[in-house]
């Protein structure tokens, strides 16, 4: 496996990205054609509904950024990260730990836990 901080940080780029077209590269480089993103608040498969996702999370929060809390951990083909997203160089409104399976090092599944979120979010 790839190491799981780099894997995480591949990942946390795709939900910076703003620009659809790099964004989009970037998904096609790290998630599996058929790809599923599930978390509370919404799901997504394949590229362009992930792409929708990420572009859908820019839109509610402008100007937010997403940065990986802690150390990435893996092993196999399982990963686990912590992240938060909030305002540039401000605290971080809404936290949570995504957990993924990966197939041949790209993503295949990841399933979404929010850990802290603002009760006007």
């Known amino acids: 496996m790839t190491d799981a901080n780099t894997l995480a940080q591949r990942y946390i780029a795709i939900w910076n990205e ?5 964004r989009s590269a970037l998904i096609t480089e790290s998630w599996h054609e058929a ?3 599930i978390d ?3 799901r997504g498969v394949g590229h ?3 792409s929708a996702l990420v572009e859908a999370v820019h839109a509610r929060f402008p100007g937010f950024r997403f940065e990986l809390l802690g150390t ?3 092993y196999g ?3 686990r990260f912590s992240w938060g997203l909030g305002p540039t160089g401000a605290e971080h409104l809404i936290k ?3 957990f993924a399976v990966l197939e041949g090092g790209r993503l295949k599944t990841v399933h979404g836990f929010i850990d802290q979120l603002p ?3």
């Open 18 to 22: 703003t620009e659809a077209a790099r």
């Open 35 to 37: 790809g599923t993103y």
């Open 40 to 42: 509370p608040l919404m």
């Open 48 to 50: 362009d509904q992930i």
């Open 72 to 74: 990435a951990d893996g």
């Open 77 to 79: 083909d399982n990963l």
């Open 96 to 98: 949570g730990t995504d």
């Open 119 to 121: 009760e006007a979010a």
